[in-house]
């Protein structure tokens, strides 16, 4: 990990939202090291079962949920299961608390085996995570796109950008009340990526209207 290095990018969304992304900011054998640790047995991944619209969905994609034990967190009829922080997770954690100050508390993962797998239009603004939260996402395997799009066209217009294996991404400011994000199909791509997005959960036990109606 490289804790001390400038954006690659960073993009400031109106009105005072901010995305700031790091290139190879794991080295190819931090990413080698960190994807068999997650593929290996100490992660218990799960397809998620989301309530949309009364309807029981089931994305194909698979995820597991990192906490400390006394996070509780519930999205769309889902109670999410917290596992126990790894070595590896909380070595990734402390880093980007140097980095950002952010002491992170839970960790979501994503797997998306191919690109037939995506996640849908969404904002991480849960109450849970407090008013303006600091989201750090981190991708290995397959690079694929990410998308951002403002909820008022007076904001700005949709963006796109690769997010490639070994990047960090920083969502900050007030982005997740202004702009959605989602990570699209792209049929072409034969290869799985995961994502790791780690989070701050300043309250809990209150259940929240993430995905609905987006899976
Ligand atoms: O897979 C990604 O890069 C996005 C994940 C995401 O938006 C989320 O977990 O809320
Ligand atoms: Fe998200």
Do not use: C
Not at 55 to 71: F, G, L, Q, T
Not at 75 to 81: D, E, F, N, V
Not at 94 to 118: I, K, R, S
Request: charged share 20%; net charge positive; aromatic share 10%.
């Amino acid at each position: 990990m490289a804790p001390l290095i400038e954006p690659t990018e960073i993009w400031r969304l109106p009105p005072s939202g901010e995305i700031r992304r790091y290139d190879q900011w794991l080295s190819p054998t931090e990413q080698h090291d960190l994807w068999r640790h997650l593929t290996g047995t100490h992660i218990d991944w799960h397809q998620p079962l989301l309530h949309v619209f009364g309807r029981k969905v089931s994305p194909s994609r698979r995820e597991a949920w990192i906490a400390d034990p006394n996070i509780q967190y519930q999205y769309s009829g889902q109670r999410l299961k917290a596992q126990p922080w790894t070595t590896e997770l909380r070595q990734l954690s402390t880093h980007l608390f140097y980095m950002f100050g952010t002491p992170f508390n839970a960790v979501l993962l994503n797997h998306y085996a191919h690109g037939h797998e995506q996640m849908g239009w969404h904002s991480d603004n849960e109450p849970e995570l407090g008013r303006n939260p600091v989201i750090a996402s981190i991708s290995l395997g397959a690079q694929r796109d990410f998308r951002f799009r403002p909820k008022n066209s007076a904001h700005g217009a949709p963006i796109t950008m690769a997010l490639p294996a070994g990047s960090l991404l920083l969502m900050a400011g007030d982005l997740q009340h202004h702009w959605e994000h989602s990570l699209p199909q792209r049929r072409r791509v034969a290869l799985p990526r995961i994502n790791l997005t780690f989070r701050r959960i300043v309250e809990s036990n209150t259940s929240n209207d993430r995905f609905n109606g987006v899976t």
